[in-house]
């Protein structure tokens, strides 16, 4: 069964009604988990029987599986399948990321092309079909997935990190400073607390394009603006600067 990661408090199964009803119903609650994990349908012991706490601290209980549980996963499978109006994206992409939870790169990334030939606009669609393939090296691919997923959700501060951080990492060939550059501008306006950190990232985009000299100016702000209590990264920056002259 495919694995689903708890990600609500459990969903409370009358004794009268069968699990895959309430399955039915708990589809729709499905919709409104914005960016969490996959979901486990558990029920709920009756009241006062709930020895450990667990459902009161809002924690799935470790009861025995309810009959029919084992099906959860076949269920979510059919209603991605849709009905007369075509496949539930919701649903599909749920699947995509249980999918891409078991490692099963391949079955992932089509879930994900599922979801977005229904709702091109599913923009966490596209960030998680990129983590996917930078996972399996596929680097440059990745890039151009994660700049779809900024274009459609660019104040999303996730999906803009993502973006820099795989542009600067060790091994990455791809010619995408341009494309790094942007994220920090749109992350510098969205997530000030952090701008120092920004600010370092653009002179290292800079630094990798051959801009020495401009690379000094952020830097310089970044040291500025770098919390007294980050001393490794304030040390990491002056290094930086002392290693940069103005005639390289």
Known sequence: ??????????????????????????????????????????????????????????????????????????????????????????????????????????????????????????????????KVLRRRGDSEAAVELLNRACQLAPDEIRYNRELVELVLSDGYVGDDEEVGLAACDRLMVNDEENAWQYLKWIAELYIRRGFIREARDPLQKALNLVPRDRATDRMEIERCLASLTTDQ
């Open 1 to 130: 069964m495919l694995p689903i990661v708890s990600s609500i408090q459990p969903l409370r199964s009358d004794d009268n009604e069968p699990l895959m009803s309430t399955l039915s119903r708990f589809v729709f609650r499905l919709k409104s988990v914005a960016a969490g994990g996959l979901v486990i349908v558990a029920c709920a012991p009756p009241p006062g029987d709930d020895p450990s706490g667990q459902v009161a601290s809002g924690q799935v209980p470790s009861y025995p599986r309810a009959p029919g549980t084992e099906r959860v996963a076949e269920r979510l499978e059919a209603l991605a399948r849709g009905g007369t109006d075509g496949p539930d994206p919701d649903i599909t992409f749920l699947l995509g990321r249980s999918l891409a939870g078991a490692n099963n790169s391949d079955a992932a990334l089509e879930k994900f092309r599922e979801t977005v030939k229904r709702e091109p606009r599913f923009h966490e669609a596209f960030f998680e079909a990129a």
